[in-house]
């Protein structure tokens, strides 16, 4: 057992917070091999306490070293038997057909005659050689006595000034903003593939143009996302300048937007919706979404699921924490069999909900002496209005799985841009990505949509209504 005075213990605490000084260090030294080898361990469980994440702590924030291995597939891939298959339909246009006769056996070299039966075998391929096509355009420019100034025709082929055409810039802004492919992926399938030679800058700048073009839409998205019955809302890290900021999605089954932002606070919320939303919010817990005025929010239960399941991993289950988590593990599974059994009695649902009230109020109610279990009730007492908010409304979902699939893309797209180097280049980003997405999610083709609504805007100045 090692003894140390206050004054030792006092240099010790001060070295595991980084404030030990040089003389303290000294003083500690000089004492001996034991009280450096006590001063040592104490910093080592210092650093490790310091690395260990909470159970609260975003999964994107753990290092991978420290998460567990993820089990085996539970079952294997593919449709069970008895499932139709999925395979590519039949083409309905066949644009050239060969014969394939052998003059020979290829096992013995005998002579063949003309072949007694056919198959046939279709196949689908992309021509090797793909031209570009350059077009040369003669505008004819008149006099007007009217407006004593010459006018001309309007070419709807490209934006004004520009070299690429309307379906190209298209395409390239779904290949980086729809899809995620960098810059240097882009040029290269163009150059290598489509023998089309395009620079950075060049292309850059045309999604640039593009984005101002697409504003009104991005405006009309985020109308539609403030009048929605229901919106999911969910935010992740992102690189703007090299700075840490946020990219937050907000989303339903007809739209999705996304806002670059470089507070991850309410302010962000309060600017967005400026008044109360008249909805249903689906969130996780994020603090920030507690000061947003709304007419009625659900929480994510598989936020709590996962919760449950990290501290069971890695995290401190003593006391009372298996008693906790069976009531409310227990209380959360029957809610969303409640939720799949809307075809009840309406008289026997209501009674089934207010039971379900009362036992939530049970676990609240109780003294837990594991400080998880204390931490989790603390956060159920603070919405204890909005956890079985989806019981209340049949659209409404128990958990925030859209949002997370929305902003999936974003994630990927980050890992490979690493973000944007400018303010402009982060509103391009939200615009681009938002119209691509919610096109999408409407079932429209991105490339001919927008290069349509390029070209309708070069023929009458106006840019058509975002498609329904």
Known sequence: MIHLSAAQQAAVEQMCAGQLTEAQARALYSQGP?????????????VRAAQTPGPSTPSGMVPAYLKPKTSRRAKPPGQKNGH???????????????????AACPDCGTPLGPPSEFRTRITEDIPEAIQPVVTEHTIGRTWC????????????????QATIGNHLLALTAWLHYGLGNTIAQIIAVLSCHLHFQLTPGGLVGMWHRLAELLAGWYEAIAEEARASAVLHGDETGWRVCGQTNWLWCFTNSRLTLYLIDACRGSPVLLRFFAEEFGGTLITDFWGAY??????????CLVHLFRDMET????????????????????????????KRREELGSAHFVALKERLARRL????????????????????????GEVFTFLEQSEVSADNNHAEREIRPAVIMRKNILGNRSRNGARTQAILMSVYRTLKLRGHDPIKTIAAAIGAYLRTGTMPPLPE
């Open 361 to 384: 109020d049970d676990i609240l109610a109780t003294v837990w002496l594991n400080g998880n279990a204390r931490r989790l009730c603390k956060r159920l007492r603070r919405h204890r």
């Open 290 to 299: 507690n000061r947003l005025v709304v007419a009625a929010r659900q929480v």
């Open 311 to 338: 501290v069971e991993q890695r995290h401190d289950t003593s006391a009372d924490w298996p008693a906790f988590r069976k009531l409310l593990r227990r209380l959360l599974r029957d809610a969303l069999r409640l």
């Open 84 to 102: 139709p298959g999925t395979r590519r339909g039949r083409p309905e246009v066949i644009h050239q057909r060969q014969q394939h006769r052998l």
């Open 34 to 46: 034991e009280a450096v080898t006590f001063a040592l361990l104490k910093l080592s469980a210092a």
């Open 145 to 160: 006595p009217t407006c004593a100034k010459l006018v001309e025709a309007p070419v709807d082929a490209a934006l004004p």
